[in-house]
């Protein structure tokens, strides 16, 4: 569209326009349809691992054991049993109420500082990523700047800034110290406060880097934020939760941020996003939660927020997807679905010590250096002195391992997907293959 600054522009989405300028598509699309482009990121990179390394896959997001995925009995089994009122009825825009408020009594229970009265009822989004895209569309456009850590997941590039016109600032959060970079994040924090206020965003246990904040940190950033409040700045904290409760290490602190957050002060909007994708192991059924947590805001408040979010899923989606409300139902109250987390827990954990095993045996490799990890589904490194794509192409062609790589810099592996005793191998092959190039 005449006007538009291409500049500004995902070098992807210019290729595209060029491409299709001078049809009739190229003349008829939007400013947000010229600034959309499919990135060449981590669901691309994934898809050609799925073809050249199935057996030894750690690019995605996802856990599998003897190349099945793992899945919690009440949803294996609940498939078929639905009735025709769980399987084909339409669900209400935010969500079936008793999965709502079952989430809501889930995460009071995960994370004993939230106070449940002093929070939003969870509203149903097809995906945390539809939440966090939700999220964008009802703060964030141009002028609006959204601090998140660098490395962070590759989406929120394409919702805030593609998508929505906004800008995020990248801020190292993990520096070269075995921990988060409380100086660095509290600087950009500071900054921003001049302005008047703050959007951060916060995932943890992160992706890519596969970190949480131990108890000391996580007591620092939430003074960060009440300090920021106290100053006068308005202070947003989006807490993606994707990867909650995969907690490794026992220093790690054991709550989402949000339930501190939520009752911090009144200038502080505390948002969580999560749900069942990772942390239930149900990564297709394509079900999320957006909570609200703000001390200043009453009942009357978060039913008009409410409202606007409603606003977003109706005017894209519509609604979300009802069988899988009723499964999640159904293995929220299964008394199974408890223990076999606690395993799976147990499965991925030991493919977490495998890596960090490795690691000790293997130390100082002149080319990745490990970034902090203690949690989650990944771990990542930095490159020195190779290229992070030429390093996962050469895994992909020559050893048939998939990998992924994030710029020139950072090198990918989730464990997540792989057996434990693959890992030193795996691991070995990606030691020896950077070494040599
Ligand atoms: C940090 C982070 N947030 C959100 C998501 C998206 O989750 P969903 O599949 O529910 O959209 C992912 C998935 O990979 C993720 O890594």
Redesign the pocket.
């Known amino acids: 569209m005449a006007g538009l600054n291409i500049y500004s522009m995902n070098t992807l989405a210019n290729e595209l326009n060029t491409l299709l300028d001078g049809t009739v598509v190229g003349r008829l699309l939007s400013d947000l349809g010229r600034r959309l482009y499919f990135p060449k990121g981590?669901i691309a990179q994934g898809a050609e691992a799925k073809k050249f390394a199935p057996a030894k896959n750690g690019t995605i997001?996802m856990a599998f054991h003897n190349g099945e995925p793992l899945i919690l009995s009440a949803i294996a089994e609940g498939m078929p049993t639905l009735s025709a009122k769980e399987a084909v009825t339409y669900a209400p825009t935010a969500g079936i109420e008793e999965v709502r408020k079952a989430w809501k009594e889930a995460i009071a229970q995960k994370n004993p500082s939230i106070k449940p009265d002093s929070i939003s009822l969870p509203a149903v989004v097809?995906?945390?990523?539809?939440?966090?895209s939700y999220t964008a569309d009802l703060f964030f456009g141009p002028g609006a700047t959204l601090i998140a850590s660098d490395p962070?997941?590759d989406?929120y590039s394409l919702i805030f800034e593609d998508r929505r016109d906004a800008k995020i600032r990248l801020v190292p959060f993990l520096g070269n110290g075995p921990g988060l970079d409380l100086d660095a994040i509290g600087k950009a924090v500071r900054e921003e406060a001049k302005t008047g206020s703050v959007r951060i965003i916060l995932?943890f246990p992160?992706?890519p880097a596969g970190y949480s904040p131990t108890r000391a940190e996580a007591d620092t950033l939430v003074n960060l934020i009440r300090e920021t409040a106290e100053g006068g700045a308005d202070v947003m904290v989006i807490c993606?939760d994707?990867?909650f409760g995969l907690f490794f290490e026992d220093d790690i602190y054991r709550e989402s941020l949000f339930g501190r957050l939520s009752v911090l002060h009144e200038r502080v909007l505390a948002i969580k996003?999560d749900?069942p994708?990772?942390e239930d192991f149900a990564?297709g059924l394509?079900?999320?939660f957006v909570t609200f947590g703000c001390p200043g805001l009453k009942p009357e408040h978060y039913d008009a927020l409410g409202k606007k979010l409603m606003g977003t899923i109706r005017s894209s989606v519509s609604c979300s997807n009802t069988p899988a409300q009723y499964l999640l139902i159904k293995s929220l109250a299964d008394p199974r679905s408890a223990g076999e987390k606690k395993a799976n827990f147990e499965l991925l954990r030991g493919r977490y010590r495998a890596v960090k095993d490795f690691l000790q045996k293997n130390p100082n490799h002149p080319k990745l250096t490990p970034m902090p990890f203690n949690s989650g589904?990944f771990m990542s490194f930095r490159c020195k002195g190779i290229d992070a794509e030429a390093l996962r192409k050469r895994l992909l062609s020559d050893c048939a391992i998939g990998t992924i790589a994030l710029g020139a810099e950072i090198f990918r592996v989730a464990f997540s997907p792989l057996e434990e005793e693959q890992i030193p191998e795996i691991f070995g092959t990606i030691y020896k293959t950077a070494a040599e190039m």
């Open positions: 981590i997001g097809p995906g945390l990523s539809a939440g966090i962070c997941w989406n995932n992160n992706n993606d994707a990867y996003i749900g994708t990772k990564w394509r079900t999320a589904y």
